[in-house]
């Protein structure tokens, strides 16, 4: 903010029975000085003291309120579709790369892929924002753009939940078209997040992730898990059986994906040897999101819901921690069939 650079006489350069106007006094012929030497004038300018604006008292908040407002300007300007007001802001913001990218990020939001490029063109850095807002919307037109002016979909970026890096790649696995589109521009799909002890904001992805293909397999899609092996995915860094047991898909298309992934993976295998997971078993994973259908397929295709070694828990103790009753209720009378003397009436799961 520019200082009101306007000057003043200091209050106590006169007397007090004089102003500025009535100086210097005219002098008597005889007698002593009208004034004394304390109150003698400043002899030029340069020696007066500027008056000067007081500015405000947190230059944080005031910087906070004042891009507040102007990002509220674009983004009504914006969704307005209102390109003349969209130009003259971006007068007032060509030295100003954070609003730049702000306005970027509501144009993507907004899908209008003339005002992207026309922000674009103003020399906008692309950053995480921009790519996060580009993930939601999941649309290959805007990753085109990006692309057109220098994005790469090996860059990482982060969210602003986490502030953690990331790849986009395993972000927009539901769109198989933007996965293909993704796959054939280069994304490597053995790259992910770093580990939790490796997070932030200019972490290298990991090379080995296990991210795009246990991703695929919550998504109970195998076209997709297919797609990423084709283009060199390495099986042997997930643990996909895993996260088809925890899926939130339907029970059917969970069952389709745990049958094609079960025989790259044991039944009864943890997670952690595959990485530093550590959370269990295909079963495990299946009680914490409580999948009862899952759980079925699992104990029917062998998996042991006492089976302890390598975890802190047993599948049948997670689900009596957090009081799970109908896979209780399963696992009892899973141990009872178990229990069964040949001849004797068994339950069927």
Request: with cysteine.
């Given at each position: 903010?520019?200082?009101?650079?306007?000057?003043?006489?200091?209050?106590?350069?006169?007397?007090?029975?004089?102003?500025?106007?009535?100086?210097?006094?005219?002098?008597?012929?005889?007698?002593?000085?009208?004034v004394?030497?304390?109150?003698?004038?400043?002899?030029?300018?340069?020696?007066?003291?500027?008056?000067?604006?007081?500015?405000?008292?947190?230059?944080?908040?005031?910087?906070?309120?004042?891009?507040?407002?102007?990002?509220?300007?674009?983004?009504s300007?914006?969704?307005?579709?209102?390109?003349?007001?969209?130009?003259?802001?971006?007068?007032?913001?060509?030295?100003?790369?954070?609003?730049?990218?702000?306005?970027?990020?509501?144009?993507?939001?907004?899908?209008?892929?003339?005002?992207?490029?026309?922000?674009?063109?103003?020399?906008?850095?692309?950053?995480?924002?921009?790519?996060?807002?580009?993930?939601?919307?999941?649309?290959?037109?805007?990753?085109?753009?990006?692309?057109?002016?220098?994005?790469?979909?090996?860059?990482?970026?982060?969210?602003?939940?986490?502030?953690?890096?990331?790849?986009?790649?395993?972000?927009?696995?539901?769109?198989?078209?933007?996965?293909?589109?993704?796959?054939?521009?280069?994304?490597?799909?053995?790259?992910?997040?770093?580990?939790?002890?490796?997070?932030?904001?200019?972490?290298?992805?990991?090379?080995?992730?296990?991210?795009?293909?246990?991703r695929?397999?919550?998504?109970a899609?195998?076209?997709?898990?297919?797609?990423?092996?084709?283009?060199?995915?390495?099986?042997?860094?997930c643990?996909?059986?895993?996260?088809?047991?925890?899926?939130?898909?339907?029970?059917?298309?969970?069952?389709?994906?745990m049958?094609?992934?079960?025989?790259?993976?044991?039944i009864?295998?943890?997670?952690?040897?595959?990485?530093?997971?550590?959370?269990?078993?295909?079963?495990?994973?299946?009680?914490r999101?409580?999948?009862?259908?899952?759980?079925?397929?699992?104990?029917?295709?062998?998996?042991?819901?006492?089976?302890?070694?390598?975890?802190?828990?047993?599948?049948?103790?997670?689900?009596?921690?957090?009081?799970?009753?109908?896979?209780?209720?399963?696992?009892?009378?899973?141990?009872?069939?178990?229990?069964?003397?040949?001849?004797?009436?068994?339950?069927?799961?």
């Open positions: 903010m520019p200082f009101n650079m306007t000057y003043a006489v200091p209050q106590q350069s006169f007397p007090p029975h004089m102003s500025f106007q009535q100086w210097p006094p005219t002098p008597s012929p005889n007698g002593p000085p009208l004394s030497q304390q109150h003698a004038p400043p002899q030029n300018d340069f020696q007066r003291k500027p008056v000067l604006s007081k500015p405000p008292q947190d230059l944080i908040s005031y910087e906070r309120q004042t891009r507040g407002r102007a990002c509220s300007k674009m983004k300007a914006i969704h307005a579709n209102d390109s003349e007001g969209i130009v003259q802001l971006l007068g007032k913001w060509k030295h100003g790369q954070g609003l730049l990218k702000a306005g970027l990020g509501y144009a993507i939001e907004t899908g209008n892929l003339t005002l992207v490029r026309l922000f674009l063109k103003q020399g906008v850095k692309i950053g995480s924002n921009t790519i996060e807002s580009a993930v939601q919307i999941r649309s290959i037109a805007i990753f085109e753009l990006l692309f057109e002016y220098g994005w790469r979909p090996n860059d990482t970026y982060y969210t602003r939940d986490t502030y953690a890096s990331r790849m986009v790649l395993p972000e927009v696995l539901a769109s198989k078209d933007l996965t293909e589109w993704l796959l054939k521009k280069g994304a490597d799909p053995n790259l992910g997040a770093p580990l939790w002890g490796d997070h932030s904001i200019d972490s290298p992805p990991r090379s080995n992730s296990p991210d795009a293909l246990n695929a397999a919550l998504l899609n195998i076209d997709t898990f297919k797609l990423l092996l084709d283009h060199g995915a390495q099986i042997k860094n643990c996909a059986l895993h996260y088809a047991a925890a899926s939130n898909m339907s029970p059917d298309e969970c069952k389709a994906m049958e094609y992934l079960e025989p790259n993976f044991p009864n295998g943890f997670d952690n040897a595959r990485g530093p997971f550590g959370l269990g078993t295909p079963l495990h994973y299946a009680v999101t409580e999948k009862i259908e899952n759980i079925k397929w699992l104990l029917r295709r062998g998996a042991d819901p006492f089976f302890q070694k390598g975890a802190k828990q047993s599948a049948y103790e997670e689900a009596v921690r957090l009081k799970y009753v109908a896979a209780v209720d399963l696992f009892d009378q899973w141990r009872r069939e178990k229990l069964c003397k040949p001849g004797e009436r068994r339950e069927s799961i």
